[in-house]
């Protein structure tokens, strides 16, 4: 009886705007829409287990309960956190007698990764014989955190962190409910976008706290961070501040301010942060963002990770600081990041172009006669090492993808490459 008098407003806004139909939610029409893996199994009335991975606050739970919803299944919430092996007997026994009654059921299992494999091994005859729909939710990758058994019954399907214009739409619902606009200015919103960082959970959080405020003096960008330094959570190494941090420990690295990259990885230590994330992260900064301008900072960068495997907390933290001081203090570079992206363009760009045919190898006497191999040059049969050849396809021109920057060992790189262009100009004439 309690629900006929409960005051709706006394529910937190996050939950008060929690979508009621899949149309209303917002930041994931690539599977939500009629193309999309889960538009298609709806409109096909077949729903598969699947997992769904991405980031807190981008509504993995709200997608599950909606699929019930509109697929007509029992929903069935469990929460890896606080669930154990007699809780996952009761509810596979409970889906058995609906599943005999006529109606089939979808169990949700939220931190699907904190299952231990033996665990995950006990959902596969119930997936397998359709005891049950499973849909786990997850914020690591799965390739690394769930079985493969597991995997290869059900599909993977990645959400995106909500983008600036699922934010704001979420921003404008905030206000309807609240029947005020926010005090903020327009770069005030346009902050409070950024801190939420892709949550939509924490824009709500932020945005109720920003309604008990006068509509006057409106807030700006500096004025809400002051708020916010007051009433921000302490660090949680699974929601936001995840995210806010490590991007403040990545951009001071990049900015080669090495002092204030010790004080957030210090911040993230102090918080309960996995060490082995940050020695992940640290491993995709040394290529990314140093890359051959210092190639030793991958290897920095592996020692320090294997140090802390080998010696583990919290002596082995000191090999990260370590190798927080070496990546800071490195020059810096994505040409190799750039080259990439680049490369993997024109491979997507200019389909299925085939080599050209003097550097196709010939092991058959047919091949040969086709013209497999002819004109081939030995490069290290020429007097200079170096036959100039063309090995990009017939048909493509020829792309620079790669662009060393004059700084550090690349410095070094592009010197060998205007000398082989300089080569491959005067052996072809160019």
Same mark, same amino acid.
């Given at each position: 009886m309690s629900g006929l *008098?409960? &005051?709706? /407003?006394?529910r937190p806004l996050a939950d008060r705007l929690r979508p009621a139909v899949l149309g209303d939610v917002v930041g994931q029409d690539h599977l939500l829409g009629p193309d999309g893996p889960l538009g298609r199994m709806l409109a096909a009335s077949k729903l598969t287990s699947i997992i769904l991975w991405g980031p807190p606050g981008c509504g993995k739970t709200t997608i599950a309960r909606l699929l019930a919803d509109r697929a007509g299944l029992a929903f069935e919430p469990l929460s890896a956190v606080f669930s154990g092996v007699a809780d996952l007997r009761k509810v596979f026994e409970a889906a058995r007698k609906r599943r005999e009654a006529g109606q089939a059921t979808l169990l949700f299992v939220d =931190?699907?990764?904190? *299952? &231990?494999?033996? +665990? +995950? @091994? $006990? *959902? #596969?005859?119930?997936? =397998? @014989?359709g005891t049950v729909v499973l849909v786990g939710a997850t914020t690591e990758n799965p390739s690394f955190e769930l079985n493969g058994a597991l995997l290869s019954r059900c599909?993977?399907?990645?959400? &995106?962190?909500l983008d600036e214009a699922a934010l704001e739409t979420l921003l404008g619902r905030a206000e309807t409910v609240l029947g005020h606009p926010l005090p903020l200015d327009e770069d005030g919103r346009i902050a409070c976008k950024a801190l939420a960082d892709g949550d939509?959970?924490?824009?709500?959080?932020?945005?109720?706290? #920003?309604a008990p405020l006068p509509p006057e003096p409106k807030l700006d960008a500096k004025g809400l961070a002051r708020l916010v330094q007051k009433k921000a959570p302490a660090y949680d190494k699974d929601r936001e501040g995840h995210y806010n941090l490590i991007s403040a420990l990545h951009k001071s690295l990049r900015g080669s301010d090495t002092d204030a990259a010790l004080y957030w990885m210090a911040r993230m230590l102090d918080g309960g942060e996995d060490p082995l994330f940050l020695a992940r992260r640290l491993a995709r900064f040394a290529v990314e963002d140093i $890359?051959? /301008? @210092?190639p030793n900072a991958?290897?920095? /960068?592996?020692?320090?990770?294997?140090v802390y495997e080998r010696l $583990?907390?919290?002596? $082995?933290?000191? /090999?990260?600081? +370590?190798l927080v001081i070496y990546l800071g203090t490195a020059p810096k570079s994505n040409a190799a990041y750039v080259a990439y992206k680049a490369a993997m363009k024109a491979a997507k760009d200019t389909g299925s172009l085939a080599p050209p045919m003097h550097i196709l190898n010939a092991p058959t006497r047919m091949m040969k006669d086709l013209g497999y191999g002819k004109g081939y040059q030995y490069d290290h049969d020429q007097a200079d090492g170096f036959s100039g050849q063309n090995y990009f396809p017939d048909g493509m021109a020829r792309r620079n993808f790669y662009d060393p920057p004059e700084r550090g060992f690349e410095r070094e790189v592009r010197k060998r490459l205007d000398y082989w262009d300089k080569l491959r100009r005067r052996k072809t004439g160019e």
């Open positions: *008098f409960e &005051n709706p /407003a006394a =931190e699907i990764h904190r *299952f &231990n494999r033996a +665990q +995950q @091994d $006990g *959902f #596969l005859p119930y997936v =397998e @014989d599909r993977v399907l990645v959400l &995106n962190r939509g959970r924490y824009l709500l959080n932020l945005a109720e706290a #920003l $890359g051959l /301008a @210092d991958v290897v920095q /960068a592996l020692a320090a990770w294997d $583990g907390s919290p002596e $082995g933290e000191l /090999a990260l600081a +370590q």
